[in-house]
């Protein structure tokens, strides 16, 4: 069973930095499209960033503060979080299409919440 497991998530001041990292486990033949979402309450979920074979993407709103960063070897990536803002605070998520004995589809972590306040 392909499972994807967040961590780094925590309670930063305004200014601060994280970084997040999702580790991929389970029998897996590629890892493609690995990316970061986010979802904070009363809101849909939205895409942070996101590592593609030929293009890296990002929210505008978080442009120039976030770097997504991958290692498909380790089957991991990671989201560094520079310049923390309110507006920042949600549950993080990490996703990837992943091609495993079932065939390829979405696979998601359960969350990690961060929370920028003072």
């Known amino acids: 069973q392909v499972q994807l497991v967040e961590s780094g998530g925590g309670l930063v001041q305004p200014g601060g930095s994280l970084r997040l990292s999702c580790a991929a486990s389970?029998?897996?033949?590629?890892?493609?499209?690995m990316g970061w979402y986010r979802q904070a309450p009363g809101k849909e979920r939205e895409l942070v960033a996101l590592?593609?074979?030929?293009?890296?993407t990002y929210a505008d709103s978080v442009k120039g503060r976030f770097t997504i960063s991958t290692d498909n070897a380790k089957k991991m990536w990671y989201l560094q979080m520079n310049s923390l803002k309110p507006e920042d605070t949600a549950v993080y998520y990490c996703?990837?299409?992943?091609?495993?004995?079932?065939?390829?589809?979405?696979?998601w972590g359960q969350g990690t919440r961060v929370t920028v306040s003072s």
């Open positions: 590592a593609s074979v030929d293009s890296t």
């Open positions: 389970g029998i897996i033949f590629s890892l493609n499209a």
């Open positions: 996703k990837a299409l992943i091609q495993s004995v079932s065939g390829a589809r979405d696979y």
